[in-house]
Every structure is written in structure tokens, then in C-alpha cells.
């Protein structure tokens, strides 16, 4: 599900943002697009259910541990912010299964206690158990939050930046 945010008003800020290196451009935003993602990781988190029943194959409090917030890019837009459950890799999976075959278990990756692969099935629901959305209701409460956040952090950043360069110009 793609979901975004466009914030307006923001000319002043491109402006000034035109005036800095293209580094720096790119830097800033990606900060304050963190900045903005972090609001809405935090709600994600606040709102993943807990671990009620104690579950060999599960960890409490695994879920909301694995929600994470990056900036990255998207079809090479930089200001693209990411909050998403961090799997595990390909190779944990694996040595997981290899440290099972020593010990004479034979099992699959979905019983790794670390594995937070099941995060769909909360969010989305499955046909024996009804949905407990985290993530969009995180989103959906946020995003003017995270939007105010990011302009902000924006702000600071230009502001921030401008002064460095008006320091090094001038000294």
C-alpha cells in the first residue's frame, strides 16, 4: 500500500534549499524526512498489539521492536521517507535453520522466535483471525504531525546550512 504526503508553502524553504550544494540539498531533506518518518514509527509502535499468551516460537515485544524509520529514495525522488517491520535476512533465517538441523530439529524459518514475518497477518488479517492494523492507523494519525515535523526540521536544516556557508564565505 503506497500512501504519501505532500506539504505546501514551502516555497521560501525551496528557495534557500536552490542556494545550498546539492550535497547538503540532499543531506537536509533526507533528515527531515527521517524527522517526519520517526513521528509516525512511534505511533506504529505505541499502537502494535503485545504478545498476550506466552509463545515458544514468538518473543514479546518482537513486533514493535522491528518497527523501523528510514529516509531513502523512491524512482529517485530523495525526499521519500520509509516506516516498515525490518525482517530478517536471508542468512539469519538460514543459520537459524542450520543451528535446528544440529541440535536434531527439523523446522522451518517461521518458528525463529526473531522472525517478525508474521506483521501481515496482525495488520492485514488473515481468514482465521481478524485484522489489528498498526501501521496505517499509525499513518493516518500522523502524517499532519509528521508534515509539520518535517517542515520544521526543514527549516532548521536551510537555516543551519546557510549560516555555514555564510561563515565560510566571509572569514
Do not use: C
Not at 536552490?18 to 499502537?47: I, Y
Not at 530439529?105 to 517478525?116: T, W
Amino acid at each position: 500500500m503506497k500512501t504519501s504526503v505532500s506539504i505546501e508553502g514551502l516555497n521560501e524553504l525551496r528557495i534557500a534549499l536552490r542556494r545550498l550544494p546539492e550535497e547538503l540539498q540532499k543531506n537536509e531533506l533526507a533528515k527531515a524526512v527521517r524527522k517526519g518518518a520517526q513521528t509516525t514509527q512511534a505511533d506504529a509502535v505505541a499502537r502494535a498489539p503485545f504478545l498476550m499468551k506466552p509463545d515458544p516460537r514468538r518473543k514479546s515485544g518482537l513486533l514493535k521492536s522491528a518497527i523501523k524509520a528510514t529516509a531513502g529514495r523512491r524512482n529517485g525522488n530523495v525526499g521519500s521517507a520509509f516506516v516498515y517491520v525490518r525482517m530478517l535476512a536471508k542468512s539469519q533465517i538460514s543459520k537459524f535453520k542450520k543451528a535446528m538441523a544440529k541440535a536434531g530439529k527439523r523446522v522451518k524459518g517461521a518458528a525463529n522466535p526473531d522472525d517478525p514475518f508474521y506483521w501481515r497477518f496482525v495488520e492485514f488479517g488473515t481468514s482465521k483471525m481478524a485484522a489489528k492494523p498498526f501501521l496505517r492507523p499509525a499513518f493516518e494519525h500522523t502524517k499532519m504531525q509528521a508534515a509539520e515535523r518535517i517542515k520544521e526540521a526543514l527549516r532548521e536544516g536551510v537555516e543551519r546550512q546557510a549560516a555555514k556557508v555564510a561563515g565560510r564565505k566571509f572569514k
